[in-house]
């Protein structure tokens, strides 16, 4: 029973397109991430929600919008997408506070063509 | 602002090799410390931690001790196997329960 998952695995869009990843967690934790992993492997963090509320925002463009429908989702759209957003994105989840273990999904391949 | 670094890759070894993967962090305060590892083709696993100072993180033979006064993290490993290849990630928490990424070390253990 797959813990933290997402979908799509991967993504083939063209630049300008809108499109979403979606991510569920099944294991009750109160916080969830999204995190941007680029060509070279570095990892950022882009948001954090807690229960369902905006807790982080590092810096992203307006283009990206997370939305918390419950405590187990987290999904992130991307508007009018270009070539730069191309990347591995994970989405994690945890129980406050940071120094617990967050759990990764297997992450979104997107590829802005 | 908080930061981690790590040693570049890619670190290549003969199984049975023993390993040293640097890490040193800056941070306010006393952050907690994490090393993750990814295998290919997949997300994040937490491979050890330790959350205070002379705190020694292990598991599956790696371990890593929380050194405050040389504010460094560094993963060893005895003997390395082929199934060890991936690349580690080393981490602390910042605030609001965030974690901070290293650049990432890919490891390469040959037969």
């Known amino acids: 029973d797959t813990a933290v998952s997402q979908t799509p695995k991967y993504l083939v869009t063209q630049m300008g397109n809108d499109k979403s990843i979606k991510c569920e967690q099944n294991l009750g934790h109160d916080t969830m991430y999204w995190y941007k992993q680029d060509s070279k492997k570095f990892l950022k963090i882009m948001f954090s929600?807690?229960?369902?509320?905006?807790?982080i925002n590092e810096t992203v463009p307006n283009r990206f919008s997370p939305k918390s429908p419950d405590k187990a989702h987290l999904n992130l759209h991307i508007n009018s997408l270009e070539l730069g957003d191309s990347a591995v994105y994970f989405c994690?989840?945890?129980?406050?506070?940071?120094?617990?273990?967050?759990?990764f999904g297997p992450g979104t391949r997107l590829t802005v063509t | 602002g908080d930061s981690v670094t790590q040693m570049e890759g890619p670190v290549t070894l003969s199984e049975e090799a023993f390993l040293t993967i640097n890490c040193t962090y800056t941070a306010t305060g006393y952050p907690s410390l994490f090393w993750y590892v990814q295998y290919p083709g997949e997300g994040l696993q937490l491979l050890l931690k330790a959350t205070k100072a002379d705190d020694k993180g292990s598991n599956k033979g790696f371990e890593a001790t929380y050194r405050k006064e040389t504010t460094s993290f560094h993963l060893e490993k005895g003997s390395v196997q082929v199934s060890d290849s991936a690349v580690y990630f080393c981490?602390?928490?910042?605030?609001?329960?965030?974690?901070?990424f290293g650049a990432g070390t890919r490891l390469a253990v040959h037969p």
């Open positions: 981490a602390l928490s910042g605030g609001y329960n965030k974690l901070i």
């Open positions: 929600y807690n229960n369902k509320e905006l807790i």
């Open positions: 994690a989840s945890s129980q406050a506070p940071a120094m617990d273990e967050q759990y």
